[in-house]
């Protein structure tokens, strides 16, 4: 089973992606406050901001709807009185595919998204559930930078109104993992997280011509469309959009940094490839990724794709060129270095010419 394993690099130069609410103990009673993780021990205790999976796995979804062209579909969302939900089917939807889902016998009478009558919803008598072979980390910042900004509105008679938010500069780090196998896989298997297909469900696969692997419960979709969703992903990651406060912080979310590479098993051997230089930048632990060469070379499939935005610590991007050549050869296929679209450009096409990775 392969897996594509990577880890990336957000810059910020000055934002607040992802808030939590109102600040507590803020000296305005309308100060929106970022979301952060105290690090360390006092007196040396630091607040990392971040940016949370789901709120990327939000953003990654939404630039899918709007640049997979024809080889993404996007499940309709119905409503009921108290829950939501995507209409479970992978089979029709790649995005209920990637990102997973879960679902529960409804009531169709409380529904009351107007598009359950347009698009028709997939009958669901017991509940399915998918876990999503598309997993991300948490977007940790590299360096403690938080402040906080006053500002008033005064566009009106009578005294102005103060307000004040959160923001910081950092570099944002975070892992990802795409499960190559389970994309366009789908079982019957009756526990929770793998009872992909009801019996409705089943029952369409067969109408569909789906492959059914009899010894796994499951059913799969065509080799060229695993592919063509799989792809999608990799293509829409280096060209995500997303994040709050973008009219006053216009940033841009586009990874800076990306190591990625098809890797055998689950693990996710990039963790510690980078860290933060003194100007809480990503810099690549050349010694760790000798490491990972060293120790982990069997299990890595493809070349080692390092992208990297010229521009982005200069001086940390040509440290890394310079010793390439060595590193080149500690991988079994090689290191490939480029513009992060560039090389996801190279990783999304060569999943093609492997069908070994895909179980």
Not at 158 to 168: A, I, L, W
Not at 169 to 193: A, C, H, N, Q, W
């Amino acid at each position: 089973m392969a897996f594509v394993s990577g880890v990336q690099i957000i810059d910020v130069p000055a934002g607040a992606l992802n808030n939590s609410g109102m600040a507590k103990g803020s000296d305005n009673e309308n100060t929106v406050a970022v979301k952060y993780l105290e690090a360390g021990i006092r007196p040396y205790k630091r607040r990392l901001p971040y940016v949370s999976a789901q709120a990327y796995r939000n953003w990654l979804r939404n630039t899918l709807a709007a640049t997979g062209n024809g080889d993404w579909t996007v499940a309709p969302i119905f409503r009921e009185k108290k829950v939501a939900y995507t209409d479970a089917n992978p089979i029709t939807y790649a995005d209920d595919d990637v990102f997973g889902y879960m679902r529960a016998p409804g009531k169709k009478v409380e529904a009351s998204d107007s598009r359950a009558e347009m698009v028709g919803d997939t009958p669901t008598k017991e509940t399915v559930t998918r876990v999503s072979p598309f997993r991300v980390g948490t977007l940790v910042g590299l360096a403690d930078s938080i402040a906080n900004d006053f500002g008033i509105m005064s566009r009106h008679n009578g005294d102005p109104v103060p307000y004040e938010h959160q923001f910081y500069r950092t570099s944002l780090k975070g892992m990802f993992s795409l499960d190559l196998g389970s994309i366009g896989k789908f079982t019957y298997v009756r526990r929770t997280g793998y009872l992909n297909l009801d019996e409705e469900r089943v029952k369409r696969a067969q109408e569909e011509g789906l492959e059914h692997i009899e010894s796994e419960q499951a059913y799969r979709l065509p080799y060229d469309l695993r592919v063509k969703r799989a792809a999608s992903v990799l293509r829409a990651m280096p060209v995500i959009t997303g994040g709050a406060k973008q009219t006053l912080h216009y940033t841009d979310v586009s990874p800076v940094v990306i190591i990625a590479a098809i890797t055998q098993g689950g693990n996710n051997p990039f963790q510690y490839a980078i860290d933060a230089d003194i100007n809480g930048q990503a810099k690549v632990d050349i010694e760790a990724l000798e490491e990972i060469g060293s120790v982990w070379g069997d299990t890595i499939l493809s070349p080692v794709y390092i992208g990297w935005v010229r521009g982005y610590a200069r001086d940390n991007q040509k440290a890394l060129e310079e010793v390439m050549s060595k590193l080149s050869e500690v991988f079994p296929f090689g290191i490939e270095l480029g513009h992060p679209r560039n090389i996801m450009e190279v990783l999304a096409n060569s999943l093609k010419d492997h069908p070994e990775w895909w179980g």
